[in-house]
């Protein structure tokens, strides 16, 4: 076995390959660039190599770079972890030609997988089921309908030079295919000035399915069974599950087989990946194969058992595979969230910072169900923008996939992430919508089920009813603790009552009764209907882990004035309790709607003004740049949506400036 | 007897509905609660015991005989907040507009003398149409007699005036020289001659909101310590806020039990300072990452930014914290910033409050904008105030500690007791840039010789070990054990005795 592993990668999947090679008693080099010099990789090897200035492509992907690490720290193997120099056939040769063992398949298995039209003919082939269609020119609409009746409805007619849409058309049957051809051309002529049309199968319900294979280098290939990753946000994968809730096992060795036939005909060895579309009938198709350790394998070591890292390692020293087909079984089920540095709330615009808390949930039993998570961040650490905004990938395993989705609900609830946006409240979301729930999913899932972006989840009424009923108990442990100031006028000591009224998200406010025993509170509402609360929530403490009625409930708390902010289930609110005098009082109060910022240029991060480009008075076009903005060592031109007039310029260069102050005012 | 009994019954009620429904209406219309509601809010429930309730003028001019309502516009007494005793005025707009007449503010004084007497707060609200006109000169002789005792309290007991509707003309001075002012926002105001008269004298065109609104004087004139979106959270914000305080200079800042370790590490500490010393970084995570649970009670948030002020607890009590804020002007002393820590020094000083400092300080900020407007002596100010404290006084130094801002800085010169520095202190006269280019001005030419010196410097300064030398500070420590030492340092200091010299008093350069 090699005694010392080099990692040409970083952030999670670095320390993933660490910690496997630490297991295996291999020590471990990281390398890592300027923005990464307290990076948590480069904590956990055992040496590191400095490589470069931050941006990739002047240290991480920078072959001569890696190679001089390898050598100056005598490392005798180099896994390349996704992404990167993973599938760079030039990285693999000049491993070879270096002699250091590549923790990868061979360079010609890359190369031919890396072509779109190679793998395609050869996984033809190899008997690999494909996207049916013709490639050659068509000549006119009745050969358009003959081909399209071969393929099958429905199809889609393309433009070769297409693309935004256009010159595309999709056809259930002959006579939609004989006008989609003759439009699809005309508008290509006019379009692209190039009519060229071919036609392939339109695959409905698409659903992304793809097999884990893993192969020696003694002739030895098996599948790992199948993940499921159809929830995708701008083909970016979010979440991924093994197995797929849609598989049968016969498609599922059918497809296993067909992965592994395509591994045997490109000779390839260690871990790889098919990806395939699956449409609603179980039809599937070959899209591509992937020459690495995938993102999402976790999910597939989970049901499998099999540490896919350590395999990679032994494959690559030459050992053979110690089992074969028939002992891969899938036991139980596993999910996969990624939690990304995106602001949910912003389009999931990228969002950077120092994470001045982050708390994963514990790895180990949670529920019915064990908690993974892949990370490459701590807390105090800083999000850059020079790479992934991927930060961790959550992962639970349980029995049954309604006891991982359950486990996952609850480790999302208990990430603690703040000083940068995240996504941890979208992953919530659709952790509890009823598509994923089913299994019924497709890859159009997001943009169907969010055309709008993401704004939130709005509990329904039972589970408000128990994050007030959870937020009543807490409150009075926070005001008994009040009342317990020294320098308290003795026999006249504040005495806090029973009866609270608890508005939690802004609706109609519920009055109710906590009475507190030993074990916890019984919270009773105006209807009769009472809440059993017990739980160890002391204040301060910014994760209160309740039960509500025997059932776990996880709050993310701040406090608030009379009340506190709650982040649970993907929603995010504010809760307050109050005495009911106190709230007869609220209720007085005006509603202060938010004042009206469309006339404002509001600054969208916290930054320094470098330049000011207009003038009061001065009238801007839409897209006109109106200042700059430097943040994060970056410069952010902001222009101006609309044509207007400026009527008041609040900054000038110099000035730091915070999120949402004003910048300038327009008339 | 029964009739008797019911006659006092009927007075009450009388008295409780002020100024009668419709003025109470028309109060909730605007968005603000009536003198009594406020005081149930301030209060804990039930604790509040009326005082003068049956108090009426005794103007006769302008027909005020036939106008006499119980109260007069006032309501005063005391109950409990949290179980510990406070005096609270509220004025009472829907009687006579709360306007102030002789008797209104004799009633002001009576519960100002017994607090003073008895060691506990005050805390005024203020919504009051101004002086009753009616009454002429009476009516100024009650505002006079209110200030002479706003000024015999100041230092004996907190006194906390919340600005709940116009405060306007000589009104505004007995808040002014109150310890905190809060206001709400949108229905709270404070000028001293209002935008009819400004139109008149100077041709400015402003409004009221714009002359003296909460966000004019939270961000602008500093007046205010804070604002709030209404009445209700205004009161609950005032709760908190007097759990943090002493009733008293005869008692020690209070203690509460708290639920937080305090040898908790905060390893992400280590990582706060950038490794560039010229990004910024939030201090408050420091301040966060200190305190009990992570409680911040801060005072002009909104003014001066680069400095931070506040109440933290440590060990459940009641501590100070002035802090540089590098995230805004690097953190730089100027006079704004200068005149607001050394206010809420000496605040913490009056009431026996132990103060932290966290330091990350390139200087005083240059420039004839500040040199004309005094940053001399408004920087003297901040020094003085540190100098003549006596309370523990514990300081971290987390980056720079440069110049005159250092030793301004709670720094062991000014009898500073325990004074800390995170390995990545830098404490020198200036960075290490300006120092070369005065010692080695010969070299100016040669960029190279500089670079060469600018570094050699920065080895021999950049750092807290020279300090630590001579003992200038005590201990450099580990950032991420800065909660554990600061509160062991204020443990050791709990029984800390330092007088100053008498004096009839100093003469701090106001």
Same mark, same amino acid.
């Given at each position: 076995?090699?005694?010392?592993?080099?990692?040409?990668?970083?952030?999670?999947?670095?320390?993933?390959?660490?910690?496997?090679?630490?297991?295996?008693?291999?020590?471990?080099?990281?390398?890592? =660039?300027?923005?990464?010099?307290?990076?948590?990789?480069?904590?956990?090897?055992?040496?590191?190599?400095?490589?470069?200035?931050?941006?990739?492509?002047?240290?991480?992907?920078?072959?001569?770079?890696?190679?001089?690490?390898?050598?100056?720290?005598?490392?005798?193997?180099?896994?390349?972890?996704?992404?990167?120099?993973?599938?760079?056939?030039?990285?693999?040769?000049?491993?070879?030609?270096?002699?250091?063992?590549?923790?990868?398949?061979?360079?010609?298995?890359?190369?031919?997988?890396?072509?779109?039209?190679? =793998?395609?003919?050869?996984?033809?082939?190899?008997?690999?089921?494909?996207?049916?269609?013709?490639?050659?020119?068509?000549?006119?609409?009745?050969?358009?309908?003959?081909?399209?009746?071969?393929?099958?409805?429905?199809?889609?007619?393309? #433009?070769?030079?297409?693309?935004?849409?256009?010159?595309?058309?999709?056809?259930?049957?002959?006579?939609?295919?004989?006008?989609?051809?003759? *439009?699809?051309?005309?508008?290509?002529?006019?379009?692209?000035?190039?009519?060229?049309?071919?036609?392939?199968?339109?695959?409905?319900?698409?659903?992304? &399915?793809?097999?884990?294979?893993?192969?020696?280098?003694?002739?030895?290939?098996?599948?790992?069974?199948?993940?499921?990753?159809?929830?995708?946000?701008?083909?970016?994968?979010?979440?991924?599950?093994?197995?797929?809730?849609?598989?049968?096992?016969?498609?599922?060795?059918?497809?296993?087989?067909?992965?592994?036939?395509?591994?045997?005909?490109?000779?390839?060895?260690?871990?790889?990946?098919?990806?395939?579309?699956?449409?609603?009938?179980?039809?599937?198709?070959?899209?591509?194969?992937?020459?690495?350790?995938?993102?999402?394998? @976790?999910?597939?070591?989970?049901?499998?058992?099999?540490?896919?890292?350590?395999?990679?390692?032994?494959?690559?020293?030459?050992?053979?595979?110690?089992?074969?087909?028939?002992?891969?079984? &899938?036991?139980?089920?596993?999910?996969?969230?990624?939690?990304?540095?995106?602001?949910?709330?912003?389009?999931?615009?990228?969002?950077?910072?120092?994470?001045?808390?982050?708390?994963?949930?514990?790895?180990?039993?949670?529920?019915?169900?064990?908690?993974?998570?892949?990370?490459?961040?701590?807390?105090?650490?800083?999000?850059?923008?020079?790479?992934?905004?991927?930060?961790?990938?959550?992962?639970?395993?349980?029995?049954?996939?309604?006891?991982?989705?359950?486990?996952?609900?609850?480790?999302?609830?208990?990430?603690?992430?703040?000083?940068?946006?995240?996504?941890?409240?979208?992953? =919530?979301?659709?952790?509890?919508?009823?598509?994923?729930?089913?299994?019924?999913?497709?890859?159009?899932?997001?943009?169907?089920?969010?055309?709008?972006?993401?704004?939130?989840?709005?509990?329904?009424?039972?589970?408000?009813?128990?994050?007030?009923?959870?937020?009543?108990?807490?409150?009075?442990?926070?005001?008994?603790?009040?009342?317990?100031? *020294?320098?308290?006028?003795?026999?006249?000591?504040?005495?806090?009552?029973?009866?609270?009224?608890?508005?939690?998200?802004?609706?109609?406010?519920?009055?109710?009764?906590?009475?507190?025993?030993?074990?916890?509170?019984?919270?009773?509402?105006?209807?009769?209907?009472?809440?059993?609360?017990?739980?160890?929530?002391?204040?301060?403490?910014?994760?209160?882990?309740?039960?509500?009625?025997?059932?776990?409930?996880?709050?993310?708390?701040?406090?608030?004035?009379?009340?506190?902010?709650?982040?649970?289930?993907?929603?995010?609110?504010?809760?307050?309790?109050?005495? @009911?005098?106190?709230?007869?009082?609220?209720?007085?109060?005006?509603?202060?709607?938010?004042?009206?910022?469309?006339?404002?240029?509001?600054?969208?991060?916290?930054?320094?003004?470098?330049?000011?480009?207009?003038?009061?008075?001065?009238?801007?076009?839409?897209?006109?740049?109106?200042?700059?903005?430097?943040?994060?060592?970056?410069?952010?031109?902001?222009?101006?949506?609309?044509? %207007?007039?400026?009527?008041?310029?609040?900054?000038?260069?110099?000035?730091?400036?915070?999120?949402?102050?004003?910048?300038?005012?327009?008339? | 007897?029964?009739?008797?009994?019911?006659?006092?019954?009927?007075?009450?009620?009388?008295?409780?509905?002020?100024?009668?429904?419709?003025?109470?209406?028309?109060?909730?219309?605007?968005?603000?609660?009536?003198?009594?509601?406020?005081?149930?809010?301030?209060?804990?429930?039930?604790?509040?015991?009326?005082?003068?309730?049956?108090?009426?003028?005794?103007?006769?001019?302008?027909?005020?005989?036939?106008?006499?309502?119980?109260?007069?516009?006032?309501?005063?007494?005391?109950?409990?907040?949290?179980?510990?005793?406070?005096?609270?005025? =509220?004025?009472?707009?829907?009687?006579?507009?709360?306007?102030?007449? #002789?008797?209104?503010?004799?009633?002001?004084?009576?519960?100002?003398?017994?607090?003073?007497?008895?060691?506990?707060?005050?805390?005024?609200?203020?919504?009051?149409?101004?002086?009753?006109?009616?009454?002429?000169?009476?009516?100024?002789?009650?505002?006079?007699?209110?200030?002479?005792?706003?000024?015999?309290?100041?230092?004996?007991?907190?006194?906390?005036?919340?600005?709940?509707?116009?405060?306007?003309?000589?009104?505004?001075?007995?808040?002014?020289?109150?310890?905190?002012?809060?206001?709400?926002?949108?229905?709270?105001?404070?000028?001293?001659?209002?935008?009819?008269?400004?139109?008149?004298?100077?041709?400015?065109?402003?409004?009221?909101?714009?002359?003296?609104?909460?966000?004019?004087?939270?961000?602008? *004139?500093?007046?205010?310590?804070?604002?709030?979106?209404?009445?209700?959270?205004?009161?609950?914000?005032?709760?908190?806020?007097?759990?943090?305080?002493?009733? *008293?200079?005869?008692?020690?800042?209070?203690?509460?039990?708290?639920?937080?370790?305090?040898?908790?590490?905060?390893?992400?500490?280590?990582?706060?300072?950038?490794?560039?010393?010229?990004?910024?970084?939030?201090?408050?995570?420091?301040?966060?990452?200190?305190?009990?649970?992570?409680?911040?009670?801060?005072?002009?948030?909104?003014?001066?930014?680069?400095?931070?002020?506040?109440?933290?607890?440590?060990?459940?009590?009641?501590? %100070?914290?002035?802090?540089?804020?590098?995230?805004?002007?690097?953190?730089?002393?100027?006079?704004?910033?200068?005149?607001?820590?050394?206010?809420?020094?000496?605040?913490?000083?009056?009431?026996?409050?132990? &103060?932290?400092?966290?330091?990350?300080?390139?200087?005083?900020?240059?420039?004839?904008?500040?040199?004309?407007?005094?940053?001399?002596?408004?920087?003297?100010?901040?020094?003085?105030?540190?100098?003549?404290?006596?309370?523990?006084?514990?300081?971290?130094?987390?980056?720079?500690?440069?110049?005159?801002?250092?030793?301004?800085?709670?720094?062991?010169?000014?009898?500073?007791?325990?004074?800390?520095?995170?390995?990545?202190?830098?404490?020198?006269?200036?960075?290490?840039?300006?120092?070369?280019?005065?010692?080695?001005?010969?070299?100016?030419?040669?960029?190279?010789?500089?670079?060469?010196?600018?570094?050699?410097?920065?080895?021999?300064?950049?750092?807290?070990?020279?300090?630590?030398?001579?003992?200038?500070?005590?201990?450099?420590?580990?950032?991420?054990?800065?909660?554990?030492?600061?509160?062991?340092?204020?443990?050791?200091?709990?029984?800390?005795?330092?007088?100053?010299?008498?004096?009839?008093?100093?003469?701090?350069?106001?």
């Amino acid at each position: 076995m090699f005694d010392k592993i080099l990692i040409a990668n970083r952030g999670e999947i670095a320390c993933r390959v660490i910690k496997t090679a630490r297991k295996m008693g291999i020590r471990t080099v990281a390398v890592y =660039s300027d923005a990464d010099k307290q990076a948590l990789h480069v904590q956990m090897a055992d040496e590191a190599v400095h490589i470069g200035p931050p941006q990739a492509n002047q240290s991480y992907i920078v072959i001569d770079k890696i190679m001089a690490a390898i050598r100056s720290s005598g490392a005798q193997a180099v896994h390349p972890g996704y992404g990167f120099l993973s599938e760079n056939p030039k990285f693999a040769e000049a491993l070879e030609a270096a002699g250091i063992a590549f923790v990868g398949p061979p360079k010609g298995a890359i190369e031919s997988m890396g072509d779109k039209i190679t =793998s395609k003919k050869i996984a033809q082939e190899a008997g690999v089921s494909t996207v049916p269609g013709y490639m050659g020119l068509i000549e006119d609409a009745d050969e358009a309908v003959k081909i399209s009746g071969e393929i099958g409805y429905p199809v889609m007619i393309k #433009a070769s030079a297409g693309g935004g849409g256009k010159g595309m058309r999709i056809a259930w049957n002959d006579q939609e295919a004989r006008e989609g051809f003759q *439009s699809s051309k005309n508008e290509a002529a006019n379009s692209f000035g190039d009519d060229r049309i071919f036609i392939e199968k339109f695959v409905t319900q698409p659903r992304h &399915i793809e097999i884990q294979v893993l192969a020696d280098q003694h002739g030895n290939a098996v599948y790992l069974h199948e993940r499921e990753c159809s929830i995708q946000r701008r083909n970016q994968k979010v979440v991924e599950e093994a197995p797929s809730p849609f598989l049968d096992p016969e498609t599922r060795k059918a497809m296993g087989e067909q992965a592994v036939a395509l591994a045997k005909a490109v000779g390839y060895t260690s871990a790889g990946t098919v990806e395939f579309i699956v449409d609603g009938d179980k039809n599937f198709y070959f899209l591509e194969m992937n020459t690495r350790l995938q993102v999402e394998h @976790p999910v597939t070591e989970l049901i499998t058992g099999i540490d896919l890292v350590e395999q990679m390692i032994r494959v690559a020293n030459g050992e053979a595979l110690p089992f074969a087909q028939d002992d891969l079984k &899938i036991n139980g089920w596993a999910i996969e969230n990624r939690l990304y540095a995106e602001d949910p709330y912003r389009n999931f615009l990228p969002s950077i910072g120092r994470l001045t808390r982050y708390r994963p949930p514990a790895e180990g039993a949670l529920g019915d169900g064990v908690v993974r998570n892949d990370t490459g961040v701590y807390e105090g650490g800083e999000i850059s923008m020079y790479y992934d905004p991927m930060i961790a990938k959550l992962c639970t395993w349980a029995p049954t996939r309604a006891q991982a989705i359950e486990a996952q609900r609850l480790a999302l609830d208990t990430f603690e992430v703040e000083g940068i946006g995240h996504n941890l409240p979208f992953l =919530s979301a659709v952790m509890d919508h009823p598509k994923f729930v089913s299994g019924d999913m497709t890859t159009a899932f997001i943009a169907e089920e969010y055309p709008d972006g993401f704004s939130g989840v709005a509990l329904d009424e039972p589970a408000r009813r128990r994050v007030a009923a959870a937020c009543a108990a807490m409150n009075r442990v926070a005001e008994i603790r009040r009342t317990r100031v *020294s320098g308290r006028l003795d026999n006249h000591e504040r005495r806090v009552g029973e009866n609270w009224v608890v508005q939690a998200g802004g609706e109609v406010p519920w009055p109710l009764v906590v009475k507190a025993d030993h074990g916890g509170s019984t919270v009773t509402f105006e209807d009769g209907a009472a809440l059993r609360v017990e739980g160890d929530w002391t204040p301060g403490d910014s994760l209160a882990r309740m039960r509500v009625d025997g059932v776990p409930l996880v709050l993310k708390v701040d406090k608030i004035t009379q009340g506190f902010r709650i982040r649970t289930r993907g929603a995010d609110m504010k809760v307050h309790v109050r005495s @009911p005098r106190q709230a007869e009082l609220a209720a007085l109060m005006p509603e202060k709607l938010p004042p009206d910022t469309s006339k404002l240029l509001l600054c969208p991060m916290p930054g320094m003004i470098v330049k000011v480009d207009v003038e009061a008075g001065q009238e801007v076009q839409e897209g006109q740049a109106l200042c700059t903005v430097e943040a994060m060592k970056m410069e952010n031109i902001l222009r101006a949506e609309r044509r %207007g007039v400026v009527s008041r310029v609040n900054a000038g260069p110099g000035d730091s400036l915070a999120v949402d102050d004003v910048i300038m005012e327009f008339e | 007897m029964k009739d008797i009994l019911e006659e006092l019954q009927a007075r009450r009620e009388n008295a409780r509905l002020g100024g009668g429904e419709t003025r109470i209406a028309a109060q909730h219309a605007r968005g603000k609660l009536t003198a009594r509601e406020r005081i149930e809010l301030l209060l804990d429930e039930d604790s509040f015991e009326e005082y003068d309730t049956f108090v009426a003028h005794r103007c006769t001019d302008f027909g005020m005989q036939g106008n006499r309502p119980y109260g007069d516009g006032v309501v005063t007494g005391w109950g409990t907040i949290n179980g510990r005793m406070v005096y609270v005025f =509220s004025q009472d707009f829907t009687v006579l507009g709360g306007s102030v007449s #002789a008797t209104h503010a004799a009633k002001i004084c009576k519960i100002m003398d017994m607090a003073m007497q008895n060691g506990a707060p005050v805390i005024g609200i203020n919504d009051s149409g101004g002086a009753r006109i009616q009454e002429g000169v009476d009516s100024l002789a009650g505002y006079g007699e209110v200030f002479q005792r706003n000024i015999m309290a100041s230092g004996v007991v907190p006194q906390i005036s919340l600005i709940m509707g116009p405060c306007a003309g000589g009104a505004v001075y007995s808040p002014a020289m109150t310890d905190f002012i809060f206001m709400v926002k949108d229905s709270s105001y404070m000028f001293v001659t209002g935008p009819d008269v400004v139109k008149t004298v100077t041709n400015e065109q402003v409004t009221a909101e714009e002359l003296g609104g909460a966000s004019t004087h939270t961000r602008k *004139s500093s007046v205010a310590d804070g604002a709030f979106e209404n009445d209700v959270e205004a009161l609950a914000e005032v709760r908190r806020l007097v759990d943090f305080l002493p009733l *008293s200079n005869r008692e020690k800042p209070p203690v509460r039990p708290f639920f937080d370790d305090v040898d908790r590490v905060e390893t992400s500490l280590d990582t706060l300072v950038p490794e560039n010393p010229n990004l910024p970084y939030d201090m408050k995570e420091l301040i966060l990452k200190v305190a009990d649970e992570g409680d911040f009670y801060e005072i002009q948030e909104e003014f001066a930014k680069n400095m931070i002020t506040g109440f933290i607890r440590l060990e459940g009590q009641t501590v %100070g914290v002035v802090a540089n804020q590098p995230l805004v002007l690097a953190g730089v002393l100027d006079i704004d910033s200068a005149r607001k820590a050394a206010r809420f020094v000496r605040f913490c000083d009056c009431f026996e409050i132990p &103060i932290l400092t966290l330091v990350d300080v390139p200087g005083f900020l240059p420039g004839t904008g500040q040199e004309y407007r005094g940053v001399i002596k408004h920087g003297a100010k901040l020094l003085f105030a540190y100098g003549e404290a006596t309370v523990p006084k514990v300081t971290v130094i987390t980056r720079k500690a440069y110049g005159g801002a250092y030793v301004v800085m709670a720094s062991k010169h000014l009898r500073s007791d325990v004074n800390y520095a995170w390995p990545t202190a830098e404490i020198a006269v200036m960075g290490a840039k300006g120092a070369t280019e005065i010692i080695h001005r010969a070299d100016l030419g040669d960029p190279d010789k500089i670079a060469a010196h600018a570094a050699e410097y920065e080895d021999r300064f950049a750092n807290p070990f020279v300090a630590a030398e001579r003992g200038f500070v005590d201990e450099v420590i580990q950032p991420r054990s800065t909660r554990k030492r600061v509160a062991r340092a204020f443990a050791m200091l709990r029984n800390k005795k330092l007088q100053n010299p008498w004096k009839k008093h100093d003469n701090i350069p106001l």
